[in-house]
């Protein structure tokens, strides 16, 4: 987003016919692979675009479509819309703007892969918030989940030595990606607490007041950085259009036919995605990195299968 992004109800009633389950699930798979791109085109991009100037450019580009997408999608009462816009400040302010710094600043200091897995402990993190902060109910299953996350992040940022990390702390970029993780939970919470607000409009506005805000930053910084090649100029339109509004379309278009709480289960295709392209690309994945994806991945399985999902509220996505 971010990721970032709001689930509306389903719309269908009854078992969804064969061709729109079908239609449902590939627009799923394409919401998360475009995510998972963010990743890898990010950390290209991080390499000659400072990520105030990124974070910047990126709603820049993506503010005009993603308004017409809501017109299209939705079309809101804006004026109505305007009025919650406390809300919508401060969740542009966590998703829109800190979110997706941290995550750049992280890709400048981690691989792709590495930065996703420790995402992918996301939604369990979001569980226990829930549970310490909205009075939702614990219960064994998501105890044991989001203990197997955790351990699934430490050993991925430790490099499989969990010690180490209470001895040396932990490297930069997994600071920086431990700490978006923070500040996307808090948006999820917010999102949760705020009043139902339609996804695609919220996210739109939220994206206005992203760059109304980080303008006077990126200009103070002597930005906005631009592509300075074409590989760059792609990777910035690749990030401003593909996975802050086409993902959005296919999300949101699959969740008038999957549920909400169904559809949360496909997230974890972003981890799967980043580390084919890094095995593409020639990277290689550690048994460290093997070993905490799968507790991470488990333990994220275990505390969101089955779990109802307030309509309207935030949900995970990877940014």
Known sequence: MTTQATAPPSTTSGAPGGRALTVAVLSLMGATLFWAGNYVVGAAAVETIDPVSLVWLRWVIAVVP?????QWLERPDWRALLRQWPWIVGLSALGMIAYTWLLYVALEYTPPFNASLINAFNPALIV?????LLGDRMTARKVVGVALAL???LVVISGGDIAAVFRTGVGTGELFMVSAVCVWTAYTIAGRMSP????VSSTALQAVVAVVVMAPVTFAMGGPTLPPSSGSLWALLFIAVFPSVLSYLLWNRALEVIPASSAGVFMNLVTVYVAAFTVLSGGRITVPEAVGGVLVITGVVLTNVQRRI??????????
């Open 151 to 153: 351990v699934g992040v």
């Open 128 to 132: 226990l918030m829930a549970v310490l």
């Open 310 to 319: 307030r309509p309207g509220a935030a949900t995970t996505r990877p940014g």
């Open 196 to 199: 139902t607000l339609p996804p």
């Open 66 to 70: 993603l308004l017409a997408l809501a």
